[in-house]
């Protein structure tokens, strides 16, 4: 059984491709046990950047039906917030954000990422990403028991 | 609009036309007569939305000829919800024939999800009407006001739950008839698309309603995995540029 998590945007990004069966089947496998073991949960700001994505589509001419079917699956996902605890998840990014600027050099994290990943650390979930780079990074800056890297191939 | 109540326990479906004439076909002559309503109308405004442009201003004008006459039926319906045991069963059996013949009217098997979540988001809103408004509802008729009813059907919000509701029924109006299967479909997904705006308003404002109350794990685990194989076949390469170049990077 794997542990609880939330899984980033690149991650359902990849979920969602049209050719993901054939060209990731391990990553589709792995994604669906997750959804059987704990449902499909994502943090809010992942929420946020698929919703405006979809949005920007709709701005964009896509069609209703192609967007009802991508909804009716985002719908039932369950989004996870920052704000759970007294701002529990807030005070993780905080303390992400600055124990990062103090390596020498500095490591940046871009502010969706430190967000998501504060976010699954506050609700002792781990992070799933197809982002290697964001996973070495985390790693990096003593994080790597809170993210778990789905590799495509 | 809904039906079925009982000091237990309160359950809740939308009423359709077919719904409302039953029920007001089995009142005495002369109650009937008395009951100022057209059924035609009705149908006849669900009809325009089998043909002509849709738009929320469209589904607009036809709610307001629907909740005209729902309003002039207030007093019937009020009859049968305070002596829900006659009508329990039937209104059961009647729920599970109304979601087959949605999922009837549409061919993608997609989209008779997206009707069929829009049929259970609409019953699971006035459940939790009745729960928390009962008394207010059993207590009389609340005064029509087709100014606010207007307002209210072309906004956000509540708006968007009465929206469901209108086109849920022009769709079932249309299922055993000779609607176009793609005007079905339009229809499907709009509802939908105001069902899902509806419950996200009400999760807003603390109030989270599921539509599929009392599935089991496994029932949701299935239908979840079968949302995302239709999610996946819906978005192109571009599309899919799109969603990545939405990611948050900064704040600034």
């Known amino acids: ?153 | 609009m809904f039906a079925s109540l009982s000091k237990k326990r309160i359950e809740a479906v939308p009423i359709l036309l077919a719904d409302l004439e039953r029920l007001v076909a089995r009142l005495p002559a002369k109650q009937r007569a008395a009951l100022i309503w057209s059924p035609e109308a009705v149908r006849k405004a669900l009809l325009q939305l089998h043909r002509e442009p849709l738009s929320r201003m469209a589904v607009a004008e036809v709610g307001l000829e629907v909740f005209r006459s729902f309003h002039r039926c207030w007093p019937l319906l009020m009859e049968f919800l305070r002596a829900p045991e006659v009508l329990r069963a039937e209104l059961s059996a009647a729920w599970q024939e109304k979601v087959l013949l949605l999922r009837s009217a549409v061919v993608d098997p997609a989209v008779a999800d997206a009707a069929e979540w829009a049929f259970r988001s609409l019953s699971a809103f006035f459940d939790f009407f009745l729960s928390v408004a009962a008394n207010e509802v059993m207590e009389g008729l609340p005064a029509f006001d087709e100014r606010e009813l207007e307002r209210t059907l072309t906004e956000d919000g509540p708006g968007c739950i009465f929206r469901t509701q209108v086109l849920l029924m022009a769709i079932l109006e249309g299922a055993a008839g000779k609607m176009d299967s793609g005007r079905a479909e339009e229809l499907a997904v709009m509802a939908f698309m105001e069902a899902s705006s509806a419950l996200n308003a009400l999760a807003r404002e603390g109030i989270r309603l599921d539509p599929f109350r009392g599935e089991t794990s496994e029932q949701r685990t299935r239908r979840i995995l079968r949302y995302s194989e239709f999610a996946r076949g819906s978005l192109s390469d571009e599309a899919l540029e799109v969603l990545a170049s939405a990611r948050v990077h900064g704040l600034r």
């Open chain 1, 1 to 153: 059984m794997s542990a609880p998590c939330l899984l980033d945007a690149c991650t359902i990004s990849n979920f969602l491709r049209r050719d993901a069966r054939q060209r990731f089947p391990e990553l589709v496998g792995r994604i669906e046990n997750i959804i059987r073991e704990h449902g499909a949960c994502v943090s809010v700001v992942t929420s946020y950047e698929l919703r405006r994505g979809l949005r920007c589509l709709e701005l964009r001419g896509e069609g209703q039906k192609r967007l009802a079917r991508t909804s009716l699956f985002l719908q039932e996902v369950t989004a996870f917030g920052l704000d759970a605890n007294g701002g529990k998840g807030w005070d993780v990014a905080v303390e992400i954000y600055a124990q990062a600027q103090a390596r020498t050099p500095a490591v940046t994290i871009s502010e969706g990422d430190l967000l998501t990943v504060a976010t699954a650390i506050a609700h002792s979930r781990v992070l799933c990403t197809t982002d290697e780079k964001l996973a070495t990074l985390l790693q990096g800056i003593g994080l790597g028991e809170y993210v778990d890297f789905l590799p495509l191939e």
